[in-house]
Every structure is written in structure tokens, then in C-alpha cells.
T-cell receptor, first 110, second 114 residues
Framework: DTTVKQNPRYKLARVGKPVNLICSQTMNHDTMYWYQKKPNQAPKLLLFYYDKILNREADTFEKFQSSRPNNSFCSLYIGSAGLEYSAMYLC?????????FGPGTRLTVL | GDSVTQTEGLVTLTEGLPVMLNCTYQSTYSPFLFWYVQHLNEAPKLLLKSFTDNKRPEHQGFHATLHKSSSSFHLQKSSAQLSDSALYYCALSDRGSALGRLHFGAGTQLIVIP
């Protein structure tokens, strides 16, 4: 099973409220990634976990948090959503160079 | 830094005509290149990768050749099918990055019409 699952598929949030997105995989992959995708733009890597080590990209360092309680699950946390966070959020996992993606969570902030 | 350029945001083709989606890249090292395909409401799936033991990568009738001289990895298919309608991403992985950080192009939406 090469499935990466994401919940929820659609999320509506109010400005200033927290948002928590969930990703899971059962392939025993050591690395899990979160990307942000906005219309007409390339998917942008936000952060990734290699095993238990979190790596956040420099330009999104303070905007997103994440946790990985075990090998299978990884969350993406926004402490206070702003309108600019409206986007598709893609989770992926890998053991080597090939990444397997989930279907994404579409977040709309109002 | 590493980057990927897909010049066409939208390509509309008639069924049966050849497909060519452009991808060029910039990289400090000698990178790995990938094509991902995303159908509506589905996850992006790996279509092709540039490293296949000296064989030209092919999958579902699609093929791509890595040309280091022109820094390109264009996606081609001889005859488009209606089911090829999807969003196609070209992506680059820096060989120097053991953790497989991918740099994506903006994507090309392919629409195949009867």
C-alpha cells in the first residue's frame, strides 16, 4: 500500500484561529514532508521530518509548526490563521528520493 | 539555487496529437529530475524519473530524456488520450541533498479534447 492519507480534505477556518492538519502513511517511510500549493504557483516545501528531526524552511520558520508522534503520523499546525494561509496543503513521504503524496487538504481562511 | 521552469501553464490538445510539455532547470549539482501527474481530486503520482539504469524512462506511453547540455527534461507522448488530462509537475532533487528535498515547477495543466 503506497497510500498517504490526509485529513480533513477540506478545512474552513476563521482568521486568528488555529488550524491542525493530519497526515498518515503506513509504508514505514523515514521522511515526511509538508508542501503549500497556491493557484498558478509551484508547491512550496514548508518543512519535513527525517525520523524525529524537524527541518523547517527558513522563510516559513515561524509560521508553521509540526509534530510527529510516531513514524506513521505527522501534523501541520498553524497557530493563528491569516488570509494568506488559504491554499492546498500536500503531505508526502519517502524513504529514498521518490516521494509519495497525499491528496491534499484545501484550507480556506475567512 | 535550484529551480524548475515550466513555461506553459495550460496546454489544450486534440486527442491523438503528440504531447510535449516543457521543463528546464537550474541546479548547482547534477540533479535527479521527476515528472508527477495529478488528476482531479487525486494525489500527485510519480510518472517518470530521470534515473533508470541507462534506459530512457517511460511510463503509460510517456517518456522524457534528461539533456544536461540544455538543462531540460521535457515530457513527451506520441498520441494524447482523453485520460491524459491532468496537472503535470516537473520536479528536481539535488543530488547533494540526501533528504530528497524537491523543487517543483508551477505545473502545466493538460486538457485533451475529443
Amino acid at each position: 500500500d503506497t497510500t498517504v492519507k490526509q485529513n480533513p480534505r477540506y478545512k474552513l477556518a476563521r482568521v486568528g484561529k488555529p488550524v491542525n492538519l493530519i497526515c498518515s502513511q503506513t509504508m514505514n517511510h523515514d521522511t515526511m514532508y509538508w508542501y503549500q500549493k497556491k493557484p498558478n504557483q509551484a508547491p512550496k516545501l514548508l518543512l519535513f521530518y527525517y525520523d524525529k528531526i524537524l527541518n523547517r524552511e527558513a522563510d516559513t520558520f515561524e509560521k508553521f509548526q509540526s509534530s510527529r508522534p510516531n513514524n506513521s503520523f505527522c501534523s501541520l499546525y498553524i497557530g493563528s490563521a491569516g488570509l494568506e494561509y488559504s491554499a492546498m496543503y500536500l503531505c508526502a513521504s519517502s524513504r529514498a528520493l521518490e516521494q509519495y503524496f497525499g491528496p491534499g487538504t484545501r484550507l480556506t481562511v475567512l | 539555487g535550484d529551480s524548475v521552469t515550466q513555461t506553459e501553464g495550460l496546454v489544450t490538445l486534440t486527442e491523438g496529437l503528440p504531447v510535449m510539455l516543457n521543463c528546464t532547470y537550474q541546479s548547482t549539482y547534477s540533479p535527479f529530475l521527476f515528472w508527477y501527474v495529478q488528476h482531479l481530486n487525486e494525489a500527485p503520482k510519480l510518472l517518470l524519473k530521470s534515473f533508470t539504469d541507462n534506459k530512457r524512462p517511460e511510463h503509460q506511453g510517456f517518456h522524457a530524456t534528461l539533456h544536461k547540455s540544455s538543462s531540460s527534461f521535457h515530457l513527451q507522448k506520441s498520441s494524447a488520450q482523453l485520460s491524459d488530462s491532468a496537472l503535470y509537475y516537473c520536479a528536481l532533487s539535488d543530488r547533494g541533498s540526501a533528504l530528497g528535498r524537491l523543487h517543483f515547477g508551477a505545473g502545466t495543466q493538460l486538457i485533451v479534447i475529443p
